[in-house]
């Protein structure tokens, strides 16, 4: 708006050939002139004024986006805690089906070889079944067998009873394992949907963050190289009349100083004598006055180096009150810090963004949720001991920020793949491989718990390796992270 206005006035300025006829009939050359310096930085100095203006509109603008951009990300990070809550949910409904799955076929099993047995001995008492009573008696067996052969089968008719209902309340089972089956599938079909609504909306919102992000960039560019092109052609105009006005102030300075030499030349003798006489007694009172001055900064500086080392002491006194008690009160949250967490188990509790980084230990939850299949230290393929862990997570698992920082990196790095890098302060840096996408930008400061990347879609379960270094150096960073459903393998 402001260029377009600083536009129109160029076009519409009389240029030094413009001409227009005059009232009087004088020539194009006399009515005609440039405009002036001054009126020109007037209408330089209005648009500039208007596009400042629209400055503060934009920044106030600007403002409101941030504060929708701060919205957005702490939704980013809730949705982020959904979506890996889900996948945990879905790991452990899958692990559920196939101990359901594996407990049908036991069953199934066991059913199959009863039913083998059962089918043995009922053809038997079937064949027994066809014989008449007069038939075993005139069977070529001895008495002895015959009375054997009887009470066998006498006892035989309550253990297939016993038998049959067993196997009835097997089959039951097996029903109702079956049952259990289909809910959990029910279960699992409906955590999935979840958990690609989830996904969706997760990639909406960071759509959403991108877009906002470079509208308000382009429009606080664009505005500002307005105002610098406007405000440096308005500095060559004020200091072309800042030079005007000091030629002017020259000339006249230099008629006024002739003048006033030759009233000075009648009365420099006049003036020459009086001020001896003033300037003897002038330097008689300024040397007294400046030893009774010298006496006074004497005193006022032992005055004041006392009232310094006093206020020193007493601020040295006040600090070390002041760090007793707040050390009193940090041990005192500490405990109550302590307590808590063992009061609520293994549910974590969210991080608090600006505290250091070397208070989160044992707080921080993992990157990705799932199962820690390498640990530090242990010997890994290449046959060297691991610098970091190793996380088995679901396809597509969501990998988010374990704790505030800045993005120094994000690209692919030598063996590592994709690699994020996160600086938290105090020498910590944390190292995140194996993402099939990475949602950071470098120098982006990340929340706790804000996300970050999302693992690959590889059929088998993908691997996200974590980095801690200090310094540096690598160091363990399993003693970093909550306890909370963290499976450890290995």
Known sequence: MAAGAVAALIATSPGPSAAAPSPSGASPAETSAPPAPDRRLKELESALRKGQ????????????????????????????????????????????????????????????????????????????????????????????????????????????????????????????????????????????????????????????????????????????????TMAAEAEDLRDLLVRLEQERKRREQEAAERAAAERAAREAEKVAARAAREAEIAAAKAAREAAAAAARAEKEKRQAEIAAAKAAREAEEKAARQAREAQAKADKASREAAAAAAKAGDSPRPLQPGRPFSQAMGEMPLPARGRVTQKFGQINDSGAPSRGITIATRDGAQVVSPYEGQVVFAGPFRGYGLLLIIEHGEGYHTLLAGMARIDGNVGQHLLPGEPVGVMGQSGSAPFLYVELRRNGQPVNPLPWFTAHKTKVSG
């Open 53 to 228: 203006e629209e400055q503060q509109q934009i920044d106030q603008k600007a403002r409101q986006i941030a504060r929708e951009m701060e919205d957005l990300r702490s939704s980013m990070v809730s949705t982020a805690r959904a979506v890996q809550e889900h996948e945990d949910s879905l790991s452990d409904l899958e692990s559920q089906l196939a101990d359901l799955n594996s407990l049908e076929k036991d069953k199934a099993a066991t059913l199959e070889l009863r039913r083998q047995q059962m089918n043995g001995v009922l053809t038997a008492l079937e064949r027994l079944a066809f014989r008449p009573s007069e038939a075993l008696i005139a069977q070529p067996t001895s008495p002895a067998d015959t009375v054997r052969s009887a009470i066998l089968l006498r006892n035989v008719v309550p253990k297939l009873r016993e038998s049959a209902d067993s196997l009835r309340a097997d089959l039951a089972a097996l029903s109702s394992v079956r049952d259990t089956i289909a809910r959990q599938r029910r279960k699992i079909t409906a955590t999935t949907a979840q958990l690609d609504s989830e996904h969706r909306r997760l990639s909406a919102l960071y759509d959403r963050k991108q877009q906002i992000r470079q509208e308000t960039e382009e429009q606080r560019q664009e505005t500002a190289r307005r105002l610098q």
